[in-house]
Nanobody, 125 residues
Framework: QVQLVESGGGLVQAGGGLRISCAAS????????MGWFRQAPGKEREFVSA????????YYADSVKGRFTISRDLAKNTVYLQMNSLKPDDTGVYYC??????????????????WGQGTQVVVSS
């Protein structure tokens, strides 16, 4: 099973940007759909973005579309999330996960999905 480690979270002012990373080890993730989820205080975890195994197709939650960009570096076995124009509502713990599978309700985890430990993002107003 793949191990995932996120990094790059922190405190940023509203309107600012931040890039978070997810480094994978244990196996290649080149054949996985990888993604990001987030959980705000007192709320359920929600889907943020996913990227196809080739990196050619990206998916975004409506709330982040146009502001966030997901990418992957196959050579580094790493997935990134560039977050721009951040809002206080973007505050939460961001989790990397994969593989993800498509369901009628959207991209979702399955029993063999690996999760990272999360990285905290705080956006101040």
């Amino acid at each position: 099973q793949v191990q995932l480690v996120e990094s790059g979270g922190g405190l940023v002012q509203a309107g600012g940007g931040l890039r978070i990373s997810c480094a994978a080890s244990g196996r290649t993730i080149s054949d996985y759909v990888m993604g990001w989820f987030r959980q705000a205080p007192g709320k359920e975890r929600e889907f943020v973005s996913a990227i196809s195994w080739s990196g050619g197709t990206a998916y975004y939650a409506d709330s982040v579309k146009g502001r966030f960009t997901i990418s992957r570096d196959l050579a580094k076995n790493t997935v990134y999330l560039q977050m721009n124009s951040l809002k206080p509502d973007d505050t939460g713990v961001y989790y990397c996960a994969g593989p993800l599978f498509w369901r009628p309700t959207g991209w979702d985890a399955v029993p063999n999905t690996s999760w990272g430990q999360g990285t905290q993002v705080v956006v101040s107003s």
